[in-house]
């Protein structure tokens, strides 16, 4: 079973940055891909990014030129550098990560999520 714990959230006021940082613990036949998803309250959630194994990313429209999702494969834990940021990036913001378990069978975990308030 494999935990996913975020941490890098804060206050920021509109233009900064912020970096959130995902690390996976526990045992796994592999972890494959890593995301970020967000939820504004009366939203539903929603892709920010994602990185395969092999560092192919994918971002929601929104943050593109933005936000840059990285991973450490070694470390496993996955990044969010978000740059510019405006107030309507205001969410919770989840890690999740694509797991084959040691029994080979593909879970999803999430972790608990981590909240970004970005003040205009």
């Known amino acids: 079973q494999v935990q996913l714990v975020e941490s890098g959230g804060g206050l920021v006021q509109a233009g900064g940055s912020l970096r959130l940082s995902c690390a996976a613990s526990?045992?796994?036949?592999?972890?494959?891909?890593m995301g970020w998803y967000r939820q504004a309250p009366g939203k539903q959630r929603e892709l920010v990014a994602t990185i395969s194994t092999g560092g192919k990313t994918n971002y929601a429209d929104s943050v593109k030129g933005r936000f840059t999702i990285s991973r450490d494969n070694a470390k496993e834990t996955v990044y969010l550098q978000m740059s510019s940021l405006k107030p309507e990036d205001t969410a919770g913001y989840y890690c999740?990560?694509?797991?084959?378990?040691?029994?080979?069978?593909?879970?999803?975990?999430w972790g608990q999520g981590t909240q970004v308030t970005v003040s205009s």
């Open positions: 999740n990560a694509d797991v084959i378990s040691i029994v080979r069978t593909p879970t999803r975990a």
């Open positions: 526990g045992i796994a036949f592999s972890i494959n891909d």
